[in-house]
């Protein structure tokens, strides 16, 4: 098994462990995936590629300062968004959540 191998497999196992269900499992690394192009800015890019190559695992995440900042401006500023929906739109947005990966 190459490196590449050895590293998704671990990620995977490690998102398994973390995510209560597959289909969340999956869409975590297709987020990791969309974040190392670039989308959400260098930094986020970064750690997504060291996530996704072995170098950074995801509880790591919690005690490096320098990795866990920018992914805490994320998290803010996607609270803020959800913050200006109207209740109609949260309750959209809860159903399609629940649709997508089956939760409450």
């Known amino acids: ?3 590449a191998d050895e590293a998704d497999e671990a990620l995977n196992s490690e998102i398994e462990s973390m995510a209560s269900h597959p289909k969340l499992s999956r869409v ?5 995936e969309r974040l190392r ?8 890019a970064d750690m997504a590629k060291d996530l996704l190559e ?3 695992k995801l509880r790591d995440l919690a005690t490096e300062s320098a990795r ?3 992914l805490m401006e994320g ?3 996607y609270r803020r968004w959800e913050r200006q929906l109207s209740p109609e ?3 959209k947005l809860a159903e399609q959540v629940r649709e997508m990966y089956g939760h409450s």
Do not use: C
């Open 54 to 56: 072995g170098r950074l």
């Open 89 to 91: 739109e949260r309750t």
């Open 28 to 32: 975590v690394k297709e987020s990791l």
């Open 37 to 44: 192009s670039g989308s959400a800015g260098p930094e986020m």
């Open 68 to 70: 866990a900042d920018p």
């Open 1 to 3: 098994m190459s490196g």
């Open 75 to 77: 998290i803010d500023r």
